[in-house]
């Protein structure tokens, strides 16, 4: 009995081994995570029924009292019985697998005991299919992460193989062959298939330990760069803040090169290959496109899959992400690798939860930007500045010309409808086309020289391209209405109000000009327009302080708003700065 310790040692140590190179497989981890699907099932069945024909051909045969030394056996004498660690390997499948595996991986291993023969065959057939029914019907409350698994698996292999001397005892004929060979071979397989369970679930629980690590490690890295992100992410898709938010993400990751595109451009791009993914420039590989248009992540794990035509490019391989707002993808984020073996599956993880990170940062921003913009109704408070004496006085001007000019008095109602018609539609925008708001200042326009055909004139000089330019509602006509109401106000019948709004493109900024040739304003009275509502004669300042504000919300440091104007000087200019690349974007609309 004792002589035989050594040899079952030696039998277990092989399964040992074959269980610590599974380990090392990705493929093995996979499936011991998803054991609950029907694939994963199934390959635990092979796996686990394998190792119980393992234990089989490498059992130590038994043959009246004498132990035999055959290392591989492939038939057994009628009077002779293995002594092996079987009901181990599918005990321990029956345990991680369930039901279906301990009772699949038992019918492989007893069904193969019964073709090797001897007189034990039909008893360690029948021991072997019920160790993996049970130990199955176990496995489903069977919680492997506990600490006190692997000593729970233990107890349960050794109480199997007692069963398994039991069934021997009362199959296995002739019944004196039977007791000797359990008072030779119970103490080891016992003692052995315990000890090789304990070291098999030691194995399979770090290998769920070091997955959970992994796991943490990742999770806090990820939520570490969301949180150094956040700021330039609430800012939007942006070259400047997308700039800053590449370069925290190249810094805390294992990737070459960063890459942050919108749906027209690359935004920005540090890191390997910088000398010639330039920002700013257009996309030119379809990688990038197919993400846009599918909303999916892709993967490149080639130079021809990246697709740069750059002969010196070092990039070899990419994750390519969707960046989405309310479902639509607004752009892409990059990893770039120039070793596509760096490029596992715990990166692609990573990558993956990051792009679902920045899109919902993305995403609040917005919510949070619309939400400050309409939280005090600003824009609703703008659209209230149309007095009621101007409607009256419109009115009135209308009436009067029905009997005189009815033509001017239709277009005049025409004018006023298209007035308050863009007061509705500019409440319900967060950003509007240039030429629309420039109909909203031509109508009030229109409506006011009816009144007073002498007092004042307009003049637009807007370049053609800048017609779709996005800009904040109601920001150009309360201009205009101060200049009409507060500029020219006391300069005398001789003096014609001159009023100018231009839109020109300088560099990667637009400027629009609004200027006059009105009073200028008080340097005190300059000081705080703008930056809060004033009270003075003239008016609050309420419009230009909201102005000023939704600017500051919407473009952050890209965007300005700055009054020129001084009291001796005849005129004033407000000058608007607005980047270009956030002032064609059509996704900001609410």
């Known amino acids: 009995m004792f002589y035989l310790l050594p040899l079952m040692l030696e039998r277990v140590g092989i399964l040992i081994i074959v269980a610590f190179l599974l380990s090392r497989m990705t493929s093995f981890r996979q499936t011991l995570h998803?054991?609950?699907r029907l694939p994963a099932k199934l390959l635990l069945i092979v796996i686990f029924g394998v190792f119980g024909m393992i234990s089989n051909y490498t059992g130590v045969e038994i043959h009246g009292g004498a132990i035999g030394s055959e290392i591989w056996q492939a038939g057994v004498q009628v009077d002779s019985a293995l002594a092996n660690t079987r009901i181990m390997g599918v005990a321990i499948g029956g345990l991680l697998g369930g039901p279906l595996v301990g009772l699949g991986a038992g019918l492989i291993a007893g069904l193969h005991r019964l073709t090797l023969g001897g007189y034990t065959a039909a008893a360690c057939s029948?021991?072997?299919i019920l160790a993996g029914a049970v130990t199955?019907?176990?496995?489903?409350r069977f919680r492997r992460s506990d600490p006190g698994a692997p000593w729970r698996a233990v107890a349960i292999g050794i109480l199997m193989e007692c069963v398994q001397m039991g069934i021997i005892l009362l199959i296995a004929r002739p019944f004196d062959a039977a007791v000797q060979l359990v008072s030779v071979i119970a103490l080891p397989m016992i003692v052995m298939n315990g000890f090789g369970t304990l070291m098999?679930?030691?194995?399979?629980q770090s290998i769920l330990q070091e997955e959970e690590r992994t796991r943490a490690l990742q999770t806090n890295q990820v939520l570490h760069i969301a949180d150094r992100t956040l700021p330039f992410f609430r800012q939007g898709l942006n070259p400047a803040s997308c700039r800053e938010a590449a370069s925290v993400i190249l810094e805390a990751t294992d990737a070459d090169a960063i890459s942050i595109t919108d749906r027209e451009q690359v935004l920005t791009h540090v890191g390997a290959g910088s000398d010639h993914h330039v920002p700013l420039h257009s996309l030119a590989?379809?990688?990038t496109r197919s993400v846009l248009e599918q909303g999916r992540m892709s993967v490149a794990t080639s130079k021809e899959d990246i697709q740069c035509f750059h002969d010196g490019c070092s990039l070899q391989a990419a994750i390519v992400l969707p960046l989405q707002v309310r479902s639509g993808t607004v752009g892409t984020l990059k990893l770039y690798y120039t070793n596509p073996a760096r490029l596992d599956r715990v990166q692609r993880e990573m990558a993956e939860g990051l792009g679902r990170l920045f899109s919902t940062q993305l995403e609040l921003a917005e919510a949070e930007m619309q939400s400050r913009l309409?939280?005090?109704a600003e824009v609703k408070a703008l659209q209230a500045q149309v007095h009621p004496h101007f409607l009256f006085n419109a009115i009135n001007t209308i009436s009067a010309l029905c009997r005189t000019d009815p033509d001017k008095a239709r277009e005049l109602l025409i004018q006023l409808g298209v007035f308050f018609r863009s007061n509705l539609h500019g409440a319900r925008q967060i950003l509007i086309p240039l030429s629309q708001e420039l109909?909203?200042?031509?109508?009030?326009?229109t409506l006011e020289k009816a009144r007073f055909p002498d007092k004042f004139e307009m003049t637009f000089d807007i370049e053609p391209e800048l017609a779709n330019l996005e800009i904040p509602p109601f920001t150009l006509q309360p201009l205009v209405e101060n200049a009409v109401r507060h500029a020219f106000h006391g300069l005398g019948p001789h003096h014609k109000g001159s009023v100018c709004i231009a839109a020109s493109q300088k560099g990667h900024e637009v400027m629009i000009v609004t200027a006059d040739n009105g009073k200028g304003i008080?340097?005190?009275?300059?000081?705080?327009?703008?930056?809060?509502a004033v009270h003075s004669e003239d008016g609050t300042g309420t419009a230009l302080h909201n102005i000023r504000k939704r600017i500051a919300e919407i473009y952050g440091s890209e965007g300005s708003f700055r009054i020129v104007s001084d009291a001796h000087t005849p005129g004033t200019r407000v000058v608007i700065t607005l980047p270009l690349h956030l002032a064609h974007r059509r996704e900001m609309h609410a």
Request: proline share 2%.
């Open 34 to 36: 998803h054991e609950d």
């Open 439 to 445: 109909r909203h200042v031509e109508a009030y326009l």
């Open 136 to 140: 199955g019907w176990i496995g489903r």
């Open 522 to 532: 008080p340097a005190e009275l300059l000081d705080r327009l703008g930056e809060q």
């Open 126 to 128: 029948i021991s072997t």
């Open 200 to 204: 098999f679930m030691l194995i399979i």
């Open 374 to 376: 309409l939280k005090d």
């Open 285 to 287: 590989t379809q990688l």
